[in-house]
C-alpha cells in the first residue's frame, strides 16, 4: 500500500464515516480497486476507525468530559442508595441512553458477524446497502420536526436506534445515516439527534475496533507500511472532524437529500458493475 492509497483510504473513511454515504462499503470498492488484499491492511482498517474517534472527541470533548463526570456521580449516587435520578440529570440520563443504544448494536454485531462478512465478499450487497441508504435518508429528510430532546427521550427510542445502528453493519447501508434515520423516526429534535448519532458512534468504532484487533494482530504488519498507516490515521482524523461539522449543518438546514442522490447513483453503479464483473 503507498501512501497515496493510504491517504485516499483515509479521506473515504473519515469522510464516509460520519457524512451517511457508508465507509465500510466505500472501503470494500476502494480495497477491490486498488488490488488491497484486506487480510494485509486489518491493523490499518482498525487504526483508521480510531483516526476517527479522534475526530468525535475533539468536537464533542466537552460532552464526552461531562459523560464522564456524570458517571462518576452516578456511581457515588447508587452507592449512597439515592437511585439514578435520570429526570433530574440530563447529562446522566444522555449517558444511560447512550449504554441502552449500544446493547442492541452489539448483540447483533456479535450474533451475525459471520454473515456480515460473507456480505462482504461480492460488491452486490454493498450496492443494494447503498441503494437502501438513500431511502432511508429521504424518510429521514421528511421527519424531525419534533423539539423533542434529552429529556423527553425514552428507553424504547435509544433500543429502536440501537437496532437500526446494529443493521447497519451491512455492507453499503450507512451508520451515521441510518442512525440519523432513527432518531428522526422517533421524532427526536435535529440538533439533538445530530448529537446522539455521533456520541453513540464512539462505543460502536471502539467496539468494532476491539473486535478486529484480535486477527490484525495476527496478521501483523510490515514495517514498510508504518509510514502509510500514520498518514491514513492523521488523514481520516482530519476528514471525520470535517464530515462531523459539514453534517452538523446539513441536517439542520434539511439538505440530506443530497446525499440520497449520490448513493443511488453509486449503489446502481455498483448493482450494475457487479452483474457484468
Known amino acids: 500500500m503507498t501512501y497515496l492509497e493510504a491517504a485516499i483510504l483515509g479521506l473515504v473513511q473519515g469522510l464516509a464515516e460520519f457524512l451517511p454515504i457508508s465507509s465500510s462499503g466505500h472501503l470494500a470498492l476502494l480495497q477491490q480497486w486498488f488490488g488491497i488484499d484486506e487480510n494485509k491492511v486489518l491493523l490499518f482498517a482498525v487504526l483508521l476507525h480510531v483516526g476517527t474517534l479522534v475526530s468525535v472527541f475533539i468536537v464533542y470533548w466537552k460532552d464526552i468530559w461531562e459523560l464522564i463526570v456524570e458517571l462518576c456521580l452516578t456511581i457515588k449516587d447508587l452507592c449512597t442508595g439515592k437511585g439514578l435520578r435520570l429526570e433530574e440529570r440530563p447529562v446522566r440520563k444522555l449517558g444511560v441512553m447512550i449504554i441502552v443504544a449500544t446493547i442492541p448494536t452489539a448483540i447483533i454485531g456479535i450474533l451475525f458477524s459471520d454473515l456480515f462478512d460473507k456480505l462482504y465478499t461480492s460488491v452486490l450487497p454493498i450496492g443494494i446497502g447503498l ?42 447501508i450507512s451508520r451515521s445515516g441510518s442512525t440519523l434515520f432513527g432518531s428522526l423516526i422517533c421524532n427526536l429534535d435535529r440538533k439533538f439527534a445530530v448529537k446522539f448519532v455521533f456520541l453513540i458512534s464512539i462505543p460502536s468504532i471502539l467496539g468494532s475496533a476491539i473486535m478486529e484487533t484480535p486477527d490484525a494482530i495476527a496478521a501483523g504488519m510490515e514495517m514498510s507500511q508504518l509510514g502509510p498507516i500514520i498518514v491514513g490515521m492523521a488523514v481520516a482524523a482530519v476528514s471525520g472532524l470535517i464530515a462531523i461539522k459539514t453534517m452538523i449543518k446539513i441536517v439542520s438546514d434539511k439538505k440530506l437529500s443530497y446525499f440520497s442522490y449520490y448513493v443511488w447513483a453509486l449503489g446502481a453503479a455498483v448493482i450494475i458493475y457487479s452483474f457484468f464483473a
Request: charged letters at 15%.
Open 131 to 172: 441503494v437502501i441508504t438513500g431511502f432511508l435518508l429521504v424518510m429521514a429528510e421528511r421527519t424531525g420536526t419534533s423539539n423533542r430532546g434529552i429529556e423527553k427521550m425514552n428507553f424504547r427510542n435509544a433500543l429502536f436506534i440501537g437496532t437500526v445502528q446494529g443493521i447497519a453493519i451491512c455492507p453499503g
